[in-house]
């Protein structure tokens, strides 16, 4: 008889326990629809609708319910956190910690890697060039400058690079690399050696930062510099953009509207684009060019710098502390004009006017978040008006330089964005001789 109860008891306990292991997870369940789920980085999928806004039935119910059940059923986060805890902790690794942690690896001694599939093919040099696609992209980068200069127009190319380029000896160890040339290194070899395109290459100042500091954390985000390195980064463009300026002839093409475009001179001024000598707004007497105002440049005690915890936190949560030094500037002058209206809606646009910017000038950026995160508003202390576009609308390069009629054309480019080198030789095919 005491058997039986205990074993009536014992059924009874487990059939709670049963009911609770079903019923705690739909009693918990995530109710804001469509939250943003912070230990995933990304949106949690919103409740299924069985009619859709235009009165039709919903033929995906079925499939959006179950996605909705998936992101949203009760403790997921617990789980999630659990998981990439326990892939982290006990058996080293990153990309197996969930969908959102496929792209991250593990260094040598642990540090974070950011590597997506064309990233390791980059690295192990095994997505190089022919000459022929080499002399290719050269040819439509000369183009594009050459387009540009007849405009009065400046233009630069700036390459940024990644962690694995910087820091190789941090890269995961099973990964290996063949030969000492990569992708971006033949591109921008040939760029400088067959072009007369202003190359701003970032890589030596980045690893000579390595001596002061770092730039790129252990455990910062492995997709991007640091703030330390951002600003060698901003530091080795404006000395660029200022190179060469008390030579430099500023003058206003009426014809077009830019203003305050440098050229270097040399006696003559015929070969300028600018129609007739009297177009030129700086006055050239006996072959002497009045020198132009150089672009402000931020200097260290422009900013607050403290110590700050830069550690990224990745899929599940996992985070580990990386103190870097923050650059805050103390007192911008950059506004951005998010109200301005652009007829190219879409296209990554920011927009900053800087009344004391010392010029009226407009830079065009068309980049990445390199810039845009990083070094954005820095640069847009230093020019009238500072328009920022995302690099994936370079087939819409002439569009914007129609509409914005910019001084000063800045193309960047992240190492990992070797994809759109195409796409700037389809763009310059198809810019008019």
């Known amino acids: 008889m005491e058997n039986k109860k205990h074993l009536k008891k014992q059924n009874i306990v487990f059939a709670a ?21 912070r230990d995933e980085n990304r949106y949690l999928a919103k409740r299924a609708a069985l009619v859709k806004d235009d009165g039709s039935l919903n033929e995906a ?52 890697n950011y590597a997506e599939k064309e990233m390791l093919l980059d690295y192990q040099h095994k997505n190089l060039y022919s000459q ?13 400058k050459d387009t540009l200069e007849a405009r009065g127009i400046r233009y630069y190319y700036m390459q940024c690079r990644d962690k694995h380029s910087i820091y190789p000896e941090q890269f995961m160890t099973s990964v290996n690399q063949y030969g000492d040339e990569s992708l971006v290194d033949q591109v921008m070899k040939s760029l400088k050696a067959n072009t007369t395109v202003d190359v701003i290459d970032t890589t030596e100042v980045l690893k000579e930062g390595k001596t002061e500091g770092e730039t790129f954390g252990r455990y910062t985000d492995p997709s991007h510099w640091t703030e330390f390195g951002a600003y060698l980064a901003y530091r080795e463009l404006m000395e660029e953009l200022n190179r060469g300026v008390g030579e430099a002839l ?80 103390k007192n911008p002058g950059a506004v951005e004009d998010d109200l301005q209206i652009t007829p190219l ?11 004391n910017a010392g010029n009226d000038e407009v830079v065009l950026i068309i980049g990445d978040s390199y ?32 509409l914005y009629k910019p001084a000063i054309v800045i ?7 070797s994809y759109r080198f195409p796409m700037i030789v389809r763009m310059a095919s198809e810019i008019s001789a």
């Not at 900013?303 to 985070?319: M, P, R, S, V």
């Not at 193309?411 to 964005?417: F, H, W, Y």
């Open 411 to 417: 193309n960047e480019n992240a190492e990992r964005c």
């Open 250 to 329: 500023s003058y206003n093409n009426e014809s077009t509207g830019n203003s305050g475009i440098l050229f270097d001179v040399s006696g003559d001024v015929s070969h300028l684009n600018t129609g007739s000598v009297s177009e030129v707004s700086k006055q050239v007497k006996d072959n002497v060019v009045e020198p132009a105002t150089k672009y402000k440049v931020l200097e260290p005690e422009d900013y607050d710098i403290e110590l700050k915890d830069q550690g990224t936190t990745l899929y599940g949560g996992i985070h580990e502390i990386d103190e870097q030094p923050g650059y805050v500037i």
């Open 17 to 37: 326990a049963f009911l609770l292991v079903l019923f705690i997870p739909l009693v918990t369940v995530n109710r804001e629809n469509g939250g943003l789920s």
């Open 132 to 144: 022929e696609q080499l002399d290719e992209t050269a040819a439509a980068y000369q183009k594009i």
């Open 345 to 355: 809606e879409g296209t990554g646009h920011r927009i900053f006017t800087c009344e």
């Open 371 to 402: 810039v845009e995160n990083y070094i954005l508003d820095d640069i847009a202390e230093s020019f009238g008006k500072t328009i920022f576009v995302w690099g994936d609308y370079s087939d819409r390069f002439m569009e914007f330089i129609e």
């Open 61 to 112: 119910f079925a499939s959006d319910f179950e996605n909705w059940i998936n992101d949203n059923i009760g403790l997921r986060s617990v789980l999630v956190r659990l998981n990439a805890g326990l892939q982290y902790r006990v058996f080293g690794n990153l990309s197996s910690a969930g969908t959102g942690s496929s792209d991250f690896y593990l260094g040598p001694k642990g540090e974070f």
